[in-house]
Every structure is written in C-alpha cells, then in structure tokens.
C-alpha cells in the first residue's frame, strides 16, 4: 500500500503579518465585547474593523 504524503505549508503563507500594537484598555474592551458578542475571536474582530477602516478613510492635505 502507496502512503500519501502530507503537505505543510509554512506558517505565514496565508497572506497575513504578524506585528504587535499597543491599544487602550478602553479600545482592547471594546474588542473583547464585540468578540463575545459575535463568537469570533480578537484577531478576526480587529481584521473586520481593520479592513473597513481602511477602505473609509480620507487622508487630508494641509
């Protein structure tokens, strides 16, 4: 009997960074009850809110 191979792929290949980010208690609480709100994590809360931030903003020029 052939064995098949199992394929690993590299962690970080998913497209995603991994930085750290100092955020408010306020702001990290404010996170942690939308998480629990929603059943998703941290991560996934902050990459929504993330996304749509960046999508919405408008740089000023002075």
Do not use: F, H, P
């Not at 394929?7 to 629990?36: C, F, P, Q």
């Amino acid at each position: 009997m052939e064995r098949r191979k199992i394929t690993i792929s590299k962690k970080g290949d998913d497209g995603y960074k991994v930085i750290s980010v100092r955020l408010k208690e306020k702001t990290l609480e404010a996170i942690e009850d939308i998480s629990a709100q929603t059943n998703r994590s941290r991560n996934e809360v902050i990459n929504i809110l993330l996304e749509n931030a960046t999508e919405d903003i408008e740089i000023k020029e002075d």
